[in-house]
């Protein structure tokens, strides 16, 4: 069971970038995926989530309006289209995924996420 995190890069200021997350192995369609970031000296954080049947979204403030999640059920990938990047975005962007219990649609704790792909560096230069 594999996820495997691509698109990062270095950007300038206001720039773009499209992070894909597939999955592999098994299929993630009855999960909630989610994006999270760590930058050098801090903890990981939350930064998007969508639920198994994308009708149901969440993002940190600190992107909302900035971000998007999304998901192809055929393809089994997340993706995360960021616009306008701030040099406060920079950081290794990781995907994870996990079935929720009954009643909850989203967490934003990284310990309730069972499966993580590797990471992928985005660099947003002033």
């Known amino acids: 069971v594999q996820l495997q995190a691509s698109g990062g890069g270095l950007v300038q200021t206001g720039g773009s970038l499209r992070l894909s997350c597939a999955a592999s192995?098994?299929?993630?369609?009855?999960?909630?995926m989610a994006w999270f970031r760590q930058a050098p000296g801090k903890e990981r954080e939350f930064v998007a989530a969508i639920s198994r049947i994308s009708s149901f979204t969440a993002y940190a403030d600190s992107v909302k309006g900035r971000f998007t999640i999304s998901r192809d059920t055929a393809k089994d990938t997340v993706y995360l289209q960021m616009n306008s990047l701030k040099p406060g975005d920079t950081a290794v962007y990781y995907c994870?995924?996990?079935?929720?219990?009954?009643?909850?649609?989203?967490?934003?704790?990284?310990?309730?996420?069972?499966?993580w792909g590797q990471g992928t560096q985005v660099t947003v230069s002033s």
């Open positions: 192995g098994r299929t993630f369609s009855g999960y909630t």
């Open positions: 994870a995924g996990y079935q929720p219990p009954s009643g909850s649609l989203y967490s934003r704790m990284p310990n309730d996420y069972d499966y």
